[in-house]
């Protein structure tokens, strides 16, 4: 069962995202900061969902802490859909981006890709 690593300050938010996680068969563990996610991120993880806007450690250093410390693929979550926020999470190291609001299938289907489209495998 892959294992991934939510990172979002909004509680509900993080309610919502990690019902949608779970129920298609995925271990969620929720990190409602950047600095319990760098804490959390001692354990290895297949996935990284990380909302970028966050008081304290931002969700660009999470993200640039993740690919210091190993290959889990992440996928960027911003309420900012501009051009500027999106080039910054590819540069700081993520490999997908989604916009808020979401959909749900749009969620899912990034998540399955970026696990690799095979449960349990990592992306090449």
Known sequence: MPRILLVEDEPLVAHM???MLER???RVDWAPSGQAALEKLAQ???LVVCDLVMPGVSGLEVIRQVRARGSAPVLALSASVSARSQQEAL????????GKPFEAQALL???ERLLGG???QSPP
Do not use: I, K, M
């Open 91 to 98: 540069e700081a190291g993520a490999q997908a981006f989604l």
């Open 17 to 19: 995202v990690r019902r």
């Open 24 to 26: 298609a068969g995925h």
């Open 109 to 111: 289907a990034q998540v």
């Open 44 to 46: 290895a993880y297949d």
């Open 118 to 120: 095979s449960r349990g």
